[in-house]
């Protein structure tokens, strides 16, 4: 029995490390401590083209140097939107074409339905941020090991709407609002989004997107 509970706790940490001594758990996914890293060479045709799109529609922003952040977190061919025409809260370096379809999504969707489902112009959009260097949320610890679209600079997180008349319409409070008005405006953008980015997740689809849009341009299509 003594050598039995010698050997015990040694049996434990067999078991917790998968057997052989060595923990086959993935790495955490976060950013390297040192800081990030540039990476030096020519910029992309397609991104060259994005900042010309952007230009053509009088969007300002600033071009943003391709960086390795580590555990897989690189961001390429990236800006920082200054005006869109509309302010956005929180927004930081986000990929060209994504910056592209998220200006074109505001600006041709959101504010419009403002304007015609709520009567009122749309005065600010409420962003969580956009690059974060983790892994998956909301599905898992098999999901939280996959890099998520915001350690690439390519996905962005959308919690509210700011209106003329002093309203602020949030994804957390109003997505089953009483007012058939304020639903139908929260309606009507995600399906508008649905068809602009590869993929949007709002609260339908999990506990973790209970209070915002999550839009991103990385796998799909799916919408929920």
């Known amino acids: 029995m003594r050598i039995f509970a010698a050997l015990l706790p040694f049996a434990l940490a067999s078991c917790i490390s998968g057997g052989d001594g060595v923990d086959d758990r993935p790495a955490p996914i976060r950013e390297r401590v040192s800081g990030p890293i540039t990476l030096n060479g020519p910029t992309r045709r397609e991104t060259q083209q994005c900042y010309a799109d952007l230009s053509r529609e009088e969007v300002r922003f600033s071009p943003l140097p391709d960086r390795d952040f580590g555990s897989g977190c690189i961001v390429t061919g990236a800006v920082e939107l200054l005006d869109i025409g509309v302010p956005v809260t929180s927004l930081k370096s986000m ?6 379809t998220f200006t074109a999504w505001v600006r041709y969707a959101v504010a419009p339905a403002a304007k015609q489902i709520l009567g009122s112009e749309l005065v600010r959009v409420e962003s969580f941020g956009t690059y974060s260097c983790r892994g998956i949320i909301g599905n898992g610890a098999a999901s939280s090991a996959r890099i998520s679209e915001h350690g690439l600079g390519n996905a ?6 700011v209106l003329a008349d002093g309203r602020r319409i949030r994804i957390e409070t109003h997505w089953r609002s009483n007012d058939p008005e304020v639903r139908e405006f929260l309606r009507v953008i995600q399906q508008s989004a649905c068809k602009r980015f590869r993929t949007v997740l709002g609260p339908d689809y999990n506990a973790a997107h209970y209070n915002h849009l999550h839009l991103d341009m990385g796998r799909g299509p799916f919408c929920r």
């Open 156 to 161: 962005v997180d959308v919690g509210g709407f």
């Open 95 to 100: 990929r060209c074409p994504l910056a592209r």
